[in-house]
């Protein structure tokens, strides 16, 4: 079992940034993909971004793509994600997840493909 927990978030206006954190404990995050989803009020979740266990692979939705970036530090057993230029858009709570995750296909888009999920962190951006 892994245990996630996401910190970082508050409320900041637009143009600012922040920096997420997704901290694991109970195994070593180094084997899984850790993916970042987000929820808006009354919307689904949907994905942000991901990144492959050795950190050389993330892909980011096209909302994010160039503003947010998805890091890891497997000997701190943590992922990041930097967001820059926030927009009253990427208001949400954000969660950070990890599977062993089909990195082909798009695969790393779906939920399901992930096993663990943290608590959430609320973002909100004022305009």
């Known amino acids: 079992q892994v245990q996630l927990v996401e910190s970082g978030g508050g409320l900041v206006q637009a143009g600012d940034s922040l920096r997420l954190s997704c901290a694991a404990s109970g195994r070593t995050l180094s084997s899984y993909t850790v993916g970042w989803f987000r929820q808006a009020p009354g919307k689904d979740r949907e994905f942000v971004a991901t990144i492959n266990w050795s950190g050389t692979l993330t892909y980011y939705d096209d909302s994010v793509k160039g503003r947010f970036t998805a890091s890891r530090d497997n000997a701190k057993n943590t992922v990041y994600l930097q967001m820059n230029s926030l927009k009253p858009e990427d208001t949400a709570v954000y969660y950070c997840?990890?599977?062993?995750?089909?990195?082909?296909?798009?695969?790393?888009?779906?939920?399901?493909?992930?096993?663990?999920w943290g608590q959430g962190t609320q973002v909100t951006v004022s305009s």
């Open positions: 997840t990890a599977g062993v995750v089909r990195m082909y296909g798009s695969m790393w888009r779906r939920q399901s493909e992930y096993d663990y």
